[in-house]
Structures are given as structure tokens and as C-alpha cells.
């Protein structure tokens, strides 16, 4: 389930990207999947586990709220 693509466009920084994931893994549990970095490039990349899905979808939209209100609006 994808959650967001986010992009922060900025004249005097890079322009950059954070895309939120949620899928179930192999044990049962649901990862938050966190990929970003300048647009164009490999990026960083970081997950984070959780007992269902409901608790995944619950944090990644926190995180989104919080890239929403440092600039990042929503991309292609």
C-alpha cells in the first residue's frame, strides 16, 4: 500500500523526494517503508516494523503530516 510521494522543491536547496510504503512482510508483521533523498539519485532507505497494519498505517501518516509541514506537497 503506498501511503505518499512527497516532493520538497526549493530554489536555493536540491529538490528532493520521501515516499512512505506500508507492505506485509514474511513473519506476519507490516513494514513502513521510508525512501528518500534528491530527485535523481539513489537515496536512503529505512523500515520500520509493526504488529498489523492499522499501527503501520497510523505512523506513516504522522510521518506524512510532519513532511507536509516542512514543504513537501504532493508529487507525480
Not at 536512503?44 to 509493526?50: A, N, P, S, T, V
Request: charged share 30%; aromatic share 12%; net charge positive.
Amino acid at each position: 500500500m503506498k501511503l505518499g510521494y512527497l516532493e520538497c522543491h526549493d530554489d536555493f536547496k536540491n529538490r528532493h523526494h520521501y515516499r512512505i510504503t506500508i507492505t506485509p512482510t514474511l513473519f506476519g508483521n507490516h513494514a513502513l517503508v521510508r525512501e528518500w533523498g534528491r530527485i535523481g539519485s539513489g537515496g536512503q532507505r529505512k523500515e520500520d516494523w509493526f504488529p498489523t497494519e492499522i499501527a503501520a498505517l497510523e505512523a506513516g501518516l504522522k510521518i506524512r503530516m510532519q513532511k507536509r509541514k516542512k514543504g513537501y506537497g504532493y508529487g507525480s
